[in-house]
């Protein structure tokens, strides 16, 4: 159940401003929590997949800090050339790998890693449980994924957002989906949180094999 307008909403004017913003002022506060949480937990020689990775600057932090391997999984072709030249940049092009696809319709684009992350990826996708157990059964070890909060000004302005999409034409679409739907997914591929959810905008969840 994947919708559409991903390469025309997620595209190269996007990507130029990410990596611009990067390199201005490093990763964004959800994107630091993500990259925070993993340290904590250890990413010394550790595999990691990051699905919806756009510019993949997260993979750039783990490898920065001991990780051996990145792939990044993108729906969009939009962020290639600008992930490429920020791998590049940070030397780093021969450990990360880019796909182009969806885990949940073509399993096969993605293998088993240490780590798995996905930051403001759930909120892109319409069927959350599906996404979040195909990423949830490739982690070997953890799952870190932010989503915003679902509550009731988050649903509204979500709303607000599509139908203003919807007027301009635009097929994307933005999706509020329950933290117990994603929670349940986890658990049904093998995984259990690591520590509360937290976060006051962007809610941080983090699940480790049980
Ligand atoms: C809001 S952007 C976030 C990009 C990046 N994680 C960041 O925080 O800058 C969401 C991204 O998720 C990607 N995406 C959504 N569903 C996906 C899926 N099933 N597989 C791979 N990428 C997906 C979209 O193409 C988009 O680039």
């Given at each position: 159940m994947r919708c559409c307008g991903y390469d025309e909403f997620f595209d190269e004017g996007m990507a130029?401003?990410?990596?611009?913003?990067?390199?201005?002022?490093?990763?964004k506060g959800s994107a630091r929590r993500i990259v925070e949480t993993l340290l904590a937990c250890g990413v010394d020689g550790a595999e990691v997949l990051e699905i919806g990775g756009g510019i993949g600057a997260i993979d750039v932090e783990l490898l920065e800090a001991g990780a051996a391997r990145a792939t990044v999984l993108e729906l969009s072709p939009g962020y290639e050339s600008?992930?490429?030249a920020l791998a590049r940049d940070h030397g780093l092009e021969g450990r990360i790998e880019r796909r182009l696809g969806d885990v949940v319709v073509r399993?096969?684009?993605?293998?088993?890693?240490?780590?798995?992350?996905?930051?403001?990826?759930?909120?892109?996708?319409?069927?959350?449980?599906?996404?979040?157990g195909a990423a949830a059964s490739r982690s070997r070890r953890m799952l870190v994924l932010t989503y915003p909060r679902y509550g009731l000004l988050a649903r509204a302005v979500i709303a607000g957002a599509n139908a203003l999409l919807r007027v301009r034409g635009n097929?994307?679409?933005?999706?509020?989906?329950?933290?117990?739907?994603?929670?349940?997914?986890?658990?049904?591929?093998?995984?259990r949180p690591a520590g509360p959810e937290r976060g006051v905008v962007w809610r941080l969840a983090a699940f480790e094999r049980a």
């Open positions: 130029r401003r990410d990596a611009r913003r990067y390199r201005r002022k490093g990763l600008e992930a490429e399993p096969e684009v993605a293998g088993r890693a240490d780590l798995v992350v996905m930051e403001r990826v759930v909120c892109c996708y319409p069927d959350a449980a599906a996404l979040v097929p994307f679409r933005a999706y509020a989906h329950a933290p117990a739907t994603i929670a349940d997914a986890a658990r049904r591929a093998g995984l």
